[in-house]
């Protein structure tokens, strides 16, 4: 083994007016919370959009 | 009697050890619950040791959403004094407060025991009663002590005098950044404690309280308080030359 990787995943569920909308949300949380970036990276990814009546 | 308040979040552990160093220092010391969103009326402000929130998800970061932390932003925005010991250091520098963060010690083990470290400036709120730059001996007890901060940021400290302590050798030489005993955390540039550029808010995390006392071994830490409690009184009677500061 050359290199170890440990990070972090947390799953959200995200009722908002579309993609970018929850996108916003997400990355505030990413930015203020989740992560410091300071010293930590994080990546965005949406796993499964649903429509909601 | 000067008032100070030291700020109790669910999770704080050095909350009464912080109040009677005060009081050792001649301050009247009351606590400041997290919930309550002013800072009552204190001249300063001290936030103190512990597991602030049980240190979930990065220690100090979910504190820094509390009632209590936006009054203290505001406070330290008008020039109101900080200091921010241990887990107290790692909340405001993830408030922003100060700059940098405080990483996992750099053996990844929990340390516990005694440092020693010199105050790089003698002329400030937090430091003005030390009197010279001689090692002051008081314990350490964390997991994430290790100071980061870019190589940019750590030059502009340097530069504009914003170290406050550092680790240093018994004989007051300085430690090393990696693989030195006298650092034990690998802080970068041995760097134990760092102020924000206004010079009003300052944070380390060695623990000035636990070292207040002869009967604890050490009473080195009583002049950075009594330091505090001076330049807080001194604010209390000149709000408007603190407020410059």
Request: glycine fraction near 12%; charged fraction near 25%.
């Amino acid at each position: 083994v050359s290199a170890v990787r440990v990070g972090r995943r947390v799953e959200l569920t995200v009722e908002a007016e579309g993609e970018a909308a929850a996108r916003e949300v997400v990355e505030r949380l990413a930015r203020e919370l989740f992560s410091n970036p300071l010293i930590e990276a994080f990546a965005i990814e949406l796993l499964d959009g649903v429509a909601v009546p | 009697v000067t008032r100070i308040g030291v700020v109790v979040f669910p999770g704080s552990n050095c909350d009464l050890d912080t109040l009677r160093g005060l009081e050792l220092a001649g301050a009247e010391a009351v606590p400041l619950w997290h919930e309550q969103g002013s800072v009552d009326g204190c001249a300063a402000v001290v936030l103190p040791g512990g597991f602030a929130y049980g240190d979930y998800l990065r220690a100090g970061v979910i504190a820094r959403f509390s009632p209590v932390m936006r009054a203290i932003s505001a406070f330290a925005a008008d020039g109101g004094l900080v200091l921010g010991i241990c887990n107290g250091f790692q909340v405001i520098a993830e408030a922003g407060l100060v700059p940098g963060a405080l990483l996992r010690n750099r053996g990844l083990r929990f340390l516990g025991r005694d440092v020693r470290i010199v105050a790089e400036r003698l002329d400030t709120p937090f430091t003005s009663l030390v009197g010279e730059r001689r090692p002051l001996q008081m314990p350490i007890a964390h997991g994430e002590g290790c100071y980061f901060a870019d190589d940019e940021t750590l030059d502009e400290l340097e530069r504009d005098g914003q170290v406050l302590f550092r680790y240093v050798h018994a004989d007051g030489n300085p430690a090393a950044a990696d693989g030195d005993p006298a650092n034990p955390n690998g802080s970068l540039r041995a760097i134990a404690g760092v102020l924000n550029a206004r010079g009003n808010v300052a944070g380390l995390m060695p623990h000035p309280e636990r070292a207040a006392d002869r009967l604890l071994g050490s009473d080195d830490g009583l002049p950075i308080l009594r330091s505090l409690v001076e330049a807080a009184a001194r604010a209390e009677r000149e709000p408007a030359l603190a407020a410059i500061r």
